[in-house]
């Protein structure tokens, strides 16, 4: 029924076909409020069609279907078929300004980095549900699935957990036995390893000011050039960790250097 | 518009490549700073205008889709271009992309010429007005250009200035990654091997060119145009002192192309 509906609608935007200007005569002209009715029916998978492409990462989807059904009541109220446009040119800006007005009033631009913010978590604790119980790191299609979301939303959100500092180190994350511990206990026991780091004759000035384990995390995945999923193992932290750790000690270094390299002619 | 794109992304136009648009334009907001309901309009619009090239513009086969995106001081400007039919003013606009596309492209942007090109094809340059925006130095140099020039199926993608550079490449990269079979840790290393490039050449007046392209379980990554001699001190030295070449440890196989004076250094990451 959806589809030949959508059809419909689709072949009528051209013409503004009879039985839709019939529709609108009968509501506009008389006030018979089934014609209205069957109009909201004809025209709600517009609606529902412009919901999806705009409310993308919006949820909870019906709620803003209904903002969009208010909008198209407003346009089917509004709309002059005499004017000769069809109702379809007149109806999207005003069901999009009605989901645009919404998002503006609700605050929907602070909501939604917070639920981006949501999901950076949830796509941690799930990297790491099903990092643990594979032995490697899951693909993005994996978590995607896992947590139902598409992969645009995935990649969002290893952008947010890379980006901001969402996932504090002293963040509390479930151990294996289900008691809660934080990033900073977990590192531990690893002194002696520091201390190789430490006499590493090749240490640069602007890396020894780095804490040890952050030197012995770039120790381990660019001198020794074991994987991120290895580091994690070895030092007890999740591959996260390791890899927010790395960008981070990475980027306080080019600060500290902030010289172009040797053998840069700019 | 007439200012210098901060990012121009050349590519086929197929389905999956919409999600490239769409993470570019998310990184080119993140560096200027746009907030939710902004990138929301903008991506929309973007997507309609790409979907009716992936849709329309070559019939039932592939072209490439050509878009550009722009930040200027009044605000953020897109255009979403092709070489074939695509959606220029036509008696029958309405029944492209059943119809809505365009009212919508018309509904979010302030401003929306449709274009025939000179040659074939057609564009769409939206202009979003942006209290929020502000202007970045655009791209000086033109198209990248490999030794053996780009294939079908390669991204070309160009980037300035480097703040652009670092919130675009990352996310590009990983919306590649997905596609072969990346698992996260590879993908962070992609990440940091983005910003590695970034560090080194970002800041490079002309901008980061690059042509990507994806294989099963392995990424391409090559960087254009380099001057004589910097790819091969790229690969003996990049990063912090004691670490050799980060961009060299970040990937499985290097190679260096071309000769003379430009050069063109090709990165190969793999997934294990």
Known sequence: M?????????????????????LFARWQRHGDPAAREALVERFMPLARSLTRRYGRSSEPFEDLVQVASLGLLKAIDRYDPER???????????????????FRDSGWAVHVPRGAQERALKVRDAQER???????????????EYLELDTGEVIDALQAIRAYETVSLDAPRVGHDDEVISYGDSIGGEDSRYELVELDATVSSALAHLPARDRLVLHLRFVEDLTQTEIAQQIGISQMQVSRLLRRSLEQLRTMTDA??????? | MGAAPNVRLTLSSRAENVLLVRQALSGLAEAVGLDAV?????STAVT???????LHAYGEGEGPLEVELTSSSS???????????????????????????LPVIQALSDRVEFRERPGGGSEVAMHFALEQARPLDGLARLEPSGPSGPGPQAILLALAPAEAARTVLPRVLSTLAVRAHFTTDRITDLQLLADALVAELGTDGGGLLLEL?????????????????????????????????????????????GSGPLQSLRLRVAQA
């Open chain 1, 130 to 144: 099903l990092s643990n119980e594979t032995g490697r790191a899951p693909s993005i299609g994996q978590l995607a």
């Open chain 1, 84 to 102: 000769g446009f069809p109702f379809q040119s007149y109806a999207v800006p005003t069901i999009l300004g009605e989901m645009r007005r919404y």
């Open chain 1, 260 to 266: 172009p390299p040797a053998g840069t002619a700019r």
């Open chain 2, 75 to 101: 605000g953020l400007d897109a255009l979403v271009a092709d070489r074939g039919r695509g959606i220029g003013p036509r008696p029958d606009a309405e029944a492209i992309s059943d119809g809505i596309g």
């Open chain 2, 213 to 257: 392209g994806v294989a099963p379980r392995n990424l391409e990554l090559q960087v254009d145009r380099l001057p004589e001699g910097r790819a091969r001190a790229l690969l003996e030295r990049s990063g912090p002192d004691g670490f050799g070449s980060l961009i060299a440890r970040l990937s499985d196989e290097q190679t260096i192309r």
């Open chain 1, 2 to 22: 959806t589809a030949t509906a959508t059809s419909t609608t689709a072949r009528s935007s051209a013409t503004g076909d009879a039985e839709t200007l019939h």
């Open chain 2, 38 to 42: 902004a990138l929301n309009d903008l």
């Open chain 2, 48 to 54: 309609e205008a790409a979907n009716n090239v992936v």
